[in-house]
């Protein structure tokens, strides 16, 4: 008897993504396109100051059937759980910055509704903007290793410098909105986010209800990047309490300039380094500060500032490591998450000062970045290990090859000193650790599911679908795992009714994480199948479901009060190149290309994964050369897409994405996750780009404006290597850093 063929392998090859012909033909439904009987239009009347005590409200609604809820119509705790209970979900008589929620209106007519006209009489208070001068801390972290102190005063050579990050705005296609729907007792959440029970979490202390009466589901969502991670708990929140009081559904969708200036934007970091080195090159000390802009509550900051300081030493080994990092208050909105979850401020401070190390010490930067790397096996700044996995050199080297990167540094250097095209080329190596940080998981302690179907099988998991191919990699991971076609593995849409909790969809998790935990439940359904197909198994036994929760890796060492240990169970290595051209009558950067060599253990699906290379570095140019949230008394001003310059398509350069894969024993079928890694590399290898122009660059966005105040190293490069070659010549430069 011949044997059955066996069905495809799909794990590695470009199969149809399950989401992608309702989105392409226009029949995936957002939350905007959708409505319910009776339905109301939700309304948020907002701070217009920064800081103070609220004295006085007048309403003049103009017409009946209005619905009118403030903090004391809250039936539980005016909080939005998170990590603190600081934040209210409505101001309870005082504001802590512009736009923060005080009331909400409701009604049917959306344009009566913008007709209500609202007073507000305040009392103002001094408010604090400027996060470098804040004395509010809200979170100390320190890292630890070897002494510093003492390898520095021995260092034969000691770089300082300074570097700053500004706001990024997610700036998904989708902005944020929900629709809340009283039912059974309870309220049911439909909405655009990414953490459906985050929001049920906060529904249950802000409504004091019983889980089982709060329903969250995940709508079709139109990109996230971090914006709607934790904010849409407030969101649910505000229209939660407008239909329990009005008996009716509540829609609350936020126009663009409101989802700007009200909604969590990426932190703004400050960064300071002090490198000790020998003369050879090799690292023997870092000493570096990290000063973190929280904005006026905790929303994740300590969490943001965590991977921020954790990341700051870069992929290199070094015997003598001290981190402090810092997250302050001020009078803004506040920050939170957004892809890279600080890496990618700390990321860019340590790869331009590695260039200017190099710099200081006449020392060709690729020469320094290889003797330094870290190598499987090494210690990391936390006292962890590298896995075999580690591929830090192989990133570099398959970088360099692929753009003929030394040849060109000379050309593009000839050129311009012959008076030709002002082009420059540079590069960052860096790494992103894969899945939470330290304990994370084990905390979270996610579950995920498998249930039988009459095709097949069905995925259950709170992980949602945002773009970025979760349903489509999930079911290749489960088909490939119980041997059947991928086509006969289903992915049910997060419901927290009907799926159990695998944690946020953050942190580049989604793949490693809960993919594994789907992997470990398909084992064991396969065990329990005893070689019948589940299809069949489900029409003669009835459904078989397995729910199966997080493992650790064996041998992973976290401590959380020291930060000593494994931070990450692996991490991703990547290194990007940089071309650019520098107009010199406008200061405008034309990027020419960026080249992005990203090894991610295993590419489940590679489509998906270059698509998430190249958009992520497509929004790191953005970070590095365009986009700038102007402040203006602690509110962002420039709150539209007619302002806030992202790259279109004719700003993004062509992006060579190439995948590299090293595979993590411990992530299912070796994968470790991609989605954050890509967006930590371009910044740095740009602005490294126009270091290669001669020009100092030491905060993004790099704007024309900046570059025109940014000071030559035509003048200064001699004297700086002399002063970094004598320490005791060291404190001009300190000297020159504080000025």
Known sequence: MAEAPQPPSSVGTNVRRSDGLAKASGRALYIDDLT?????????????????????????????????????????????????????????????????????????????????????????????LDYETSQRTQTTLEIDKGDVETALAGAEVVVEGTYRTGHQEQLYIETNGVIAVPEAGGVTIYGSLQCPYYVHKALRVLLDLPGERIRVVQTETGGGFGGKEEYPSMIAGHAALLALEAGRPVKLIYDREEDLQATTKRHPFTIRHRTGLTREGVLVAQDIDVLSDAGAYVTLSPVVLSRGVIHAAGPYRCPNVRIRGRSVMTNTPPNGAFRGFGAPQTIFAGEVHMERVAEHMGMDSVELRELNALRPGDETATGGTVGPDGSALEALHEALERTDYRNKRAAYAAAAGAGGPRRGIGLALYHHGAGFTGSGEV???????????EVGVRVLSSTVEIGQGARTSHAQIVADTLGIPFERVEVAQPDTAYVPDSGPTVASRTCMVVGGILRDCAQEMLELLEGVDPSAHHRSRGPLRVQRGYRAPPG??????????????????????????????????????????????????????????EGATAQGVGYALLEEVVMRDGLMANAQLTNYIIPTTLDTPPIDAVILESPYRHGPFGAKGVGELPIDGPAPALVNALRHLRLDVREIPATPERLMDAPS??????????????????????AGEAA
């Open 36 to 128: 319910f009987p009776g339905m109301l239009h939700g309304r948020t009347i907002r701070s217009t100051i920064g800081v103070g005590s609220i004295r006085d409200i007048r309403l003049d609604l103009g017409a009946d059937g209005f619905t009118v809820v403030d903090h004391t119509h809250i039936p539980g705790a005016n909080v939005i759980r998170l990590i603190d209970d600081d934040q209210p979900c409505l101001a309870p008589g005082v504001v802590r910055h512009q736009a923060e929620p005080i009331l909400l209106l409701a009604h049917e007519d959306r344009e009566l509704l913008w007709q209500v006209r609202v007073e507000i009489d305040y009392e103002p208070h001094e408010a604090v």
């Open 443 to 453: 905390t979270l302690a996610s579950e995920a599911a498998l249930e039988t179907t």
């Open 556 to 613: 992973l060492v976290w401590d959380e009060g020291t930060y000593e240990g494994d931070a990450y169970g692996t991490y991703g290595w990547a290194c990007d190149v940089a071309e650019v051209e520098l107009d010199p009558d406008t200061w405008e950067v034309r990027p020419l290309r960026v080249t992005a060599v990203c090894e991610i253990g295993k590419a489940i699906h590679p489509r998906i994964v270059l698509g998430q290379i």
């Open 713 to 734: 190293l035509e003048a200064g490069a001699a004297a700086e290597r002399g002063a970094a070659l004598d320490p005791a010549a060291h404190a001009g430069d300190e």
